[in-house]
């Protein structure tokens, strides 16, 4: 399966700065995402990026708030923009290496907002 | 639309017993169907899948799932418990196509009493 480099691991921010988060995949994938994990929560998706166009994202999340970027089949980040003590979460990327094999995930990073 | 829910978002056992996680689906397309752990500030690892093939499944660590389609249900389960099982466990689900992206049960934390 696919191996995923994400960076950083965590990261204190201050309140209004913006952090971007790195993906490296070991392999080109078509379909990336980005999920968010709150304190004690599950997963949500933030957004599915392909390579080559817009990504898109799910309810509740903004191009302005998450901006994404995809510039090649390996690769990908993710901003969080103008940040506020309840962006604080785990981001993690995830792919699919092949049809019908499991989603890799990155080690996620862990962000805290003060 | 696709999505999962697990029943019981805390379960003890003792060690050596039995292991049931309950995981139920809804989806409108032929279903893929994950189990995923996380253990403590640690990212998600895969523990099996399902993707139209047998019914019953066999991960790693011990585990299996069995893809009930009359119960819509991906129960979890484990023969005998082990202190390094306890963990957060999760049911995810995805489809083909446009929607590969996966839905994320709430989680079950899992705890094993010696």
């Known amino acids: 399966s696919a191996v995923i480099s994400q960076k950083p691991s965590r990261d204190i921010c201050q309140r209004g700065t913006s952090l971007t988060i790195q993906c490296q995949v070991d392999?080109?994938?078509?379909?990336m995402f980005w999920y968010r994990q709150q304190p004690g929560q599950s997963l949500t998706l933030i957004a599915t990026?392909?390579?080559?166009?817009?990504?898109?994202?799910e309810s509740g999340f903004v191009i302005d708030k998450f901006p994404i970027s995809r510039p090649n089949l390996t690769f990908s980040t993710l901003t969080v923009s103008n940040m506020s003590p309840e962006d604080s979460s785990i981001y993690l990327c995830?792919?699919?290496?092949?049809?019908?094999?499991?989603?890799?995930f990155g080690s996620g990073t862990r962000l805290t907002v003060v | 639309a696709q999505s999962v829910t697990q029943l019981g978002s805390h379960v003890s056992v003792s060690e050596g017993a039995l292991v049931l996680l309950r995981c139920n689906y809804s989806s409108s397309v032929p279903p893929y169907l994950f189990w995923y752990v996380q253990y403590p500030n640690q990212g998600l690892q895969l523990l099996l899948k399902y993707t139209s093939a047998a019914t019953l499944v066999k991960g790693i660590n011990g585990f299996e799932a069995e893809f009930k389609k009359s119960e819509t249900s991906f129960h979890l389960t484990k023969p005998s418990a082990h202190m390094s099982d306890a963990a957060e466990y999760f049911c995810?689900?995805?489809?083909?196509?446009?929607?590969?992206?996966?839905?994320f049960g709430s989680g079950t934390q899992l705890t094993v009493l010696p």
């Open positions: 995810a689900v995805s489809g083909p196509g446009s929607a590969r992206q996966l839905t």
């Open positions: 990026a392909n390579q080559g166009s817009e990504a898109t994202y």
């Open positions: 995830s792919v699919i290496p092949r049809r019908g094999q499991g989603y890799t």
């Open positions: 392999s080109q994938v078509t379909m």
